[in-house]
């Protein structure tokens, strides 16, 4: 099993990033996946994660609006649309899946990606 988050950076306050996890290994359009962030010093928090059929999504308060999740079941890619970013929002990113519906706790995901750094900073 892989999932191998890219595309983080650096950006200044306001600007936008897209994040990509490509994933190998396991039947990705029956996995539920998902985005998680961790600043240091900080526990792991849920940022967003989207259900197999990509009907149902679900957003932490801090990131939404401004974050859209979306998957391809079809290239087994799961994606991160960040606009309007903030200093806040600098962190490692990482992707994860599960094998049942969306869950918020980061235990509750079986398969997790690397992580790639943002950093938003003027």
């Known amino acids: 099993v892989q999932l191998q988050a890219s595309g983080g950076g650096l950006v200044q306050p306001g600007g936008s990033l897209r994040l990509s996890c490509a994933t190998s290994g396991f039947t990705f359009s029956v996995y539920t996946v998902g985005w998680f962030r961790q600043a240091p010093g900080k526990e792991r928090e849920f940022i967003a994660a989207?259900?197999?059929?990509?009907?149902?999504?679900n957003y932490a308060d801090s990131v939404k609006g401004r974050f859209t999740i979306s998957r391809d079941n079809t290239k087994h890619m799961l994606y991160l649309q960040m606009n309007s970013l903030k200093p806040e929002d600098t962190a490692v990113y990482y992707c994860a899946a599960r094998n049942r519906p969306i869950s918020i706790p980061s235990y509750e995901y079986n398969y997790w990606g690397q992580g790639t750094q943002v950093t938003v900073s003027s």
């Open positions: 989207v259900g197999v059929n990509s009907r149902i999504k």
